[in-house]
C-alpha cells in the first residue's frame, strides 16, 4: 500500500503506522533523499568491495595491518573530547526502542542506553517506525507506557539512560522507503529520520545526537559515515562536530583497522566497542572455506579467553586509549531467572568475572542485556574505576598484537560435538521464530540474544559441514545428520508447552537454506526480510 508524500522522488510502500505522520513528515523523508542521493551509490561500492577483500582472505588465509595507512598508525593524533554526557559509560545496557524497553533502560542506572534499530529489532515496518515514534519522546522525556494494568513512566530519582542510536548495518535496504524508484539504504532511513528530528532537541538537552555504528569491515565505510555526519549537520544547521559515534568492532577486517576507523572520524568519534558475537560471526564467515585452522570448536566453548579473542580485546583497549577514545567492553546476555536462584546465581558470577577482566583490561565501560544485572556491571567498574569517569589514562602500552595473534585460531580449546550442533540448531530455529513474529530481542534459555546468535549458529554448522568435521563422538557432520537434528528439533519445539509455533515451519526452512546451502548467504536476516512485511 502506498502513502502519498509531497516529497520529490520519495515513496513510501509501508501501511500507516500509529504516528508516524509525526515522522514521515514531507521535510523529514526530503532529508533522508537528499542523504540517499549524495551516498547510496558509495555504499554500493563499499559493499561490492568487501566481497572481494573476503574472497582474497578466504584464498590466502590471511589479513594484515594495511601498509597504505601506516603513516597514520605511525602519526600523533587524538579524537575530539567527549561531550559531558558521554565521559562516563561504566554501564551500559542494549535494547530495542519498543516504549516499555525504552522506559526500562533509561530508568534502569544504566549511563547510556543502546537504542537498536539493528540486531535487536525485527526490522518490520511498524517496527521501524514506531521505533522512531518513542525515540522522539524519549528524547524530549514524554516517554510512557499503559499496558496490562500497569504504567511505566520515566522516573525522577535516577539518571537518564543518554541513548545512543545503533542504525541497521551498511548492507540492509529498507524496501518500504523508495527514493527515486529505489529502495532507500536501511542505515540512512534510520539515521536520517533520527538525526533529522532530534539532533537539534538533543543538543538542546545534552544527550546527543549520538549513534552507535554497527557492521563495518574498513576504514572507507567510517570515512562513508563521518560524509554523512557532516553533510546532515550542514543542512540542518548542526555545528560540526555535534554527533558522536561509537564504532562496534565486529568485524574481523575492522580489527585491522581500528586505529584508521577512529582517525576517520575523529571529530564525530565516541570510541570503539568490542561487539563480540557478532565478531566470532565474522570470523567464522570471513575464514569459512580457508582450511582446517579456522574451524572453532562448539560455540558455547569459544569464550572471551581464546586467544584470538583476547587479542581482539586487547588491541582494542590499547588503540582507543592511545587515541583518547572509549574503549567499550562486550556484552552480558543472562537474564535472571526469578523462578531459578541457582542458575541465576551461576550466572550472575560468571558476569562478574567477565566484567571484573574488562575492568582491570583498561575498559571504560561494558554492556548489559536486563536492568536487573546493570548493578554487577556497575560494581565491577566502580572497584577499579572509583571517582574517576573513565581509564582513559591507562594507555596499555605493555599490549603488543600482531596479525598473527588476532587469527590465532587454530589454538582455541574446545571440542566439535553432537550436543552443540544441536544447541546451533535449536538457538538459530528458536531465534528466527522470535524474529519473524516481530522480536528481534529473544529471550532464549535466560539469555538475550539478537541475530548475532543465530549467525554464529548458522554460520558454524555451515563451515563444519563444508569442511567435512568429524564430531568427537565418530559422526562426519553432513547435509543428512543436519537434516535430522532439524527435524527433531522441529518436533520437540511442536510439542514444547507454549512455544509460539506459527512461524516454526518458516523458520526451519530458512535455518536449513542458511545452514546447508553450497553459496553461504551473506546475513540471515536478509532472506528473512523478505518474508516480513
Not at 69 to 86: G, K, M, Y
Not at 310 to 335: D, N, P, Q, W
Request: aromatic residues 8%.
Amino acid at each position: 500500500m502506498s502513502q502519498s508524500t509531497p516529497a520529490q522522488g520519495v515513496e513510501v510502500l509501508g501501511a500507516p503506522v500509529e504516528r508516524g505522520e509525526e515522522i514521515l513528515t514531507p521535510e523529514a523523508l526530503d532529508f533522508v533523499a537528499r542523504l540517499q542521493r549524495a551516498f547510496g551509490s558509495r555504499r554500493d561500492e563499499l559493499l561490492a568491495r568487501r566481497q572481494q577483500r573476503r574472497d582474497e582472505a578466504a584464498r590466502t588465509g590471511k589479513l594484515d595491518f594495511l601498509d597504505e595507512t601506516r603513516h597514520i598508525r605511525e602519526s600523533d593524533w587524538q579524537v575530539a573530547e567527549a561531550p559531558p554526557a558521554l565521559r562516563d559509560r561504566r554501564v551500559e545496557i542494549t535494547g530495542p526502542t519498543d516504549r516499555k524497553m525504552a522506559i526500562n533502560a533509561l530508568n534502569s542506572g544504566a549511563k547510556v542506553w543502546l537504542a537498536d534499530l539493528e540486531d535487536a529489532n525485527t526490522p518490520h515496518w511498524s517496527n521501524v517506525v514506531s521505533g522512531q515514534v518513542n525515540l522522539y519522546d524519549v528524547i524530549r522525556k514524554q516517554v510512557e507506557l499503559h499496558s496490562n494494568g500497569k504504567q511505566y513512566k520515566l522516573r525522577d530519582d535516577v539518571e537518564h539512560a543518554v541513548p545512543l542510536v545503533r542504525p541497521r548495518g551498511w548492507h540492509f535496504d529498507e524496501r518500504h522507503i523508495l527514493v527515486d524508484g529505489r529502495p532507500a539504504v536501511g542505515a540512512l532511513v534510520d539515521f536520517g529520520l533520527y538525526f533529522f528530528h532530534n539532533a537539534q532537541e538533543g543538543l538542546r538537552r545534552g544527550t546527543g545526537p549520538f549513534f552507535y555504528l554497527p557492521k563495518m569491515e574498513s576504514h572507507l565505510e567510517a570515512r562513508l559515515w563521518n560524509d554523512v555526519f557532516v553533510q546532515a549537520q550542514q543542512e540542518l544547521g548542526v555545528p560540526q562536530g555535534s554527533v558522536r559515534a561509537t564504532v562496534l568492532i565486529e568485524t574481523i577486517p575492522a580489527a585491522f583497522e581500528m586505529e584508521e576507523i577512529l582517525y576517520e572520524l575523529r571529530e564525530h568519534s565516541a570510541g570503539l566497542n568490542a561487539g563480540r558475537w557478532d565478531y566470532l560471526f565474522s570470523v567464522i564467515k570471513t575464514f569459512r572455506s580457508a582450511g582446517s585452522d579456522f574451524v572453532l570448536p562448539d560455540r558455547n566453548s569459544v569464550t572471551m579467553t581464546a586467544s584470538f579473542m583476547r587479542a581482539y580485546t586487547e588491541l582494542l583497549v590499547r588503540t582507543c586509549h592511545k587515541r583518547g577514545a572509549f574503549a567499550i567492553g562486550g556484552m552480558a546476555a543472562f537474564i535472571p531467572n526469578r523462578r531459578d536462584p541457582e542458575v541465576t546465581e551461576r550466572a550472575l558470577a560468571k558476569i562478574h568475572d567477565d566484567k571484573r577482566r574488562e575492568a582491570n583490561d583498561g575498559f571504560d565501560g561494558s554492556w548489559v542485556a536486563h536492568p536487573d544485572t546493570v548493578s554487577v556491571c556497575k560494581e565491577e567498574f566502580d572497584a577499579v574505576l572509583g571517582d574517576k569517569p573513565n581509564q582513559l589514562d591507562r594507555k596499555r602500552e605493555d599490549v603488543s598484537v600482531t596479525a598473527a595473534d588476532l587469527l590465532n585460531t587454530a589454538e582455541t580449546p574446545g571440542d566439535k560435538t553432537i550436543e552443540g550442533l544441536r544447541s546451533a540448531v535449536d538457538v538459530g530455529v528458536r531465534y528466527i521464530v522470535s524474529w519473524l513474529s516481530g522480536n528481534g530481542a529473544a529471550g532464549i534459555h535466560n539469555m538475550m540474544e539478537d541475530a548475532a546468535t543465530a549467525e554464529i549458529s548458522r554460520s558454524q554448522i555451515w563451515q563444519w559441514l563444508h569442511n567435512g568435521i568429524v564430531l568427537n563422538d565418530g559422526q562426519r557432520v553432513t547435509k543428512d545428520l543436519v537434516r535430522q537434528v532439524l527435524a527433531d528439533t522441529e518436533k520437540q519445539l511442536r510439542a514444547e508447552e507454549g512455544f509460539p509455533a506459527e512461524n516454526l515451519d518458516r523458520a526451519v526452512e530458512l535455518f536449513e537454506r542458511v545452514a546447508v546451502a553450497d553459496e553461504f548467504v551473506d546475513f540471515l536476516t536478509l532472506p528473512a526480510y523478505e518474508q516480513i512485511d
